[in-house]
């Protein structure tokens, strides 16, 4: 069994998630055999793949990258939407203040202290921490690990096939591997390098963690132990990324593509209320209302409730990147499956070749969210 085939499979179009379901809510990162279990799995089946494939010092890294990177970001959207929260609650009682009969000062206070809270939070989200450089660096850092993984084996593939088997070649390789570490960029040095990170890729030679491997090396001769590695590859590399991107793209309300196009429905339909209301003071007011009759209040109320409302679900939109997000996972697994493609189509070369496909498109990838979310301070 392979680390892929202890998560869902990639293509099983009858597994859909619930609605309210979290698609990612068990997602392990077991493509770098970060679990017990998937180590276990692994070992059961093809004992001679876990003792190459395993790295207990990249996996004790990538540990110190990824759950912080978690923490940050979830602490950053937080902040995004209780800032845009506070400031819709505060619009909505300011409109709202005027059917408050006998307590128009009291609503008018709560808002104004609501709205100021808002912009303070805002402010000191954008301005007195750095929460998204943490977060985003961190993020960068933990695929980086997970890229040094993949790409230390496929630009290595002729000694860890050997390896497999072979005392003296799992020796070597694990020297290798160990120096490779050093390559890894910095922890405490990722946050001050967002914004740089956020630019565009200027050449593919940036996604090799290891300068040398810019260079593709030669196709490995064939053998038994090859043909098993690159079996556990494909489920590693190629299946995990593309059940990771199917969830991504599922029809839970935690995907970014169901999730914008809902904001997109409760924005339209909330633009409808704030005409309809819009017309109908106007309609009571040509009937010879006056402004300060409280269905002509009421009406006006709700058609600003109604717009404040929109333009917070469109910052929510926009500042969280749903549809963008949901157009790049789309783009992901449309390029991961074409590499794919081509890791079943050909032989040892075109396998290699396949394999160091993938890698370029992730690190175009990383940088892209690295740069939509940067952009969207």
Do not use: C
Not at 177 to 191: E, G, V
Request: aromatic share 6%; no cysteine; net charge positive.
């Amino acid at each position: 069994m392979t680390a892929a085939e202890t998560q869902r499979p990639v293509d099983g179009a009858d597994e859909r998630h619930g609605l309210f379901q979290d698609a990612l809510a068990d997602w392990t990162n077991d493509d770098v055999l970060q679990t017990k279990e998937a180590r276990a799995a692994l070992g059961a089946k093809h004992p001679t793949g876990l003792r190459v494939l395993d790295w207990p010092e990249l996996r004790a890294l990538f540990a110190k990258y990824d759950p912080p990177a978690t923490r940050h970001g979830r602490r950053d959207r937080r902040y995004g939407l209780l800032s845009v929260g506070l400031a819709t609650l505060g619009l909505t009682l300011a409109a709202l203040a005027p059917l408050a009969v006998g307590a128009e000062r009291y609503m008018e206070s709560t808002a104004a202290a609501l709205t100021i809270a808002a912009l303070a939070l805002m402010a000191f989200h954008e301005f007195g921490q750095t929460s998204k450089a943490r977060w985003l660096g961190q993020r960068y850092g933990a695929e980086r690990v997970r890229g040094l993984y993949f790409q230390a084996v496929a630009n290595n593939l002729d000694l860890v096939a050997r390896a497999m088997t072979n005392d003296g070649a799992l020796g070597e390789w694990k020297v290798a591997r160990a120096a490779m570490l050093s390559h890894l960029p910095k922890p405490q040095d990722l946050p001050g390098q967002a914004s740089k990170l956020a630019g565009p890729v200027e050449s593919d030679d940036e996604t090799w963690v290891v300068a040398d491997w810019a260079k593709a090396p030669a196709a490995p001769e064939a053998s038994p132990q090859l043909d098993l590695l690159l079996l556990l590859l494909r489920g590693q590399r190629f299946d995990a990324q593309l059940d990771y991107v199917e969830r991504k793209l599922s029809d839970s309300l935690g995907a970014p593509g169901r999730r914008a196009a809902t904001v997109r429905l409760l924005s339209r339909l909330l633009l409808a209320a704030a005409v309809v209301t819009a017309i109908m003071a106007a309609v009571l007011l040509y009937t010879g209302r006056a402004p300060g009759d409280t269905d002509v209040k009421l009406a006006l109320a709700v058609t600003v409730g109604a717009i404040v409302a929109t333009l917070a679900l469109r910052i929510i939109n926009d500042d969280r990147l749903l549809s963008g997000d949901a157009a790049r996972y789309a783009a992901y697994a449309a390029a991961a499956r074409k590499a794919r493609d081509r890791f079943d189509a050909g032989g040892p070369a075109e396998k290699l070749a396949a394999l160091r496909d993938m890698e370029v498109v992730a690190y175009r990838d990383l940088r892209e969210f690295v740069a939509a979310h940067w952009r969207a301070r």
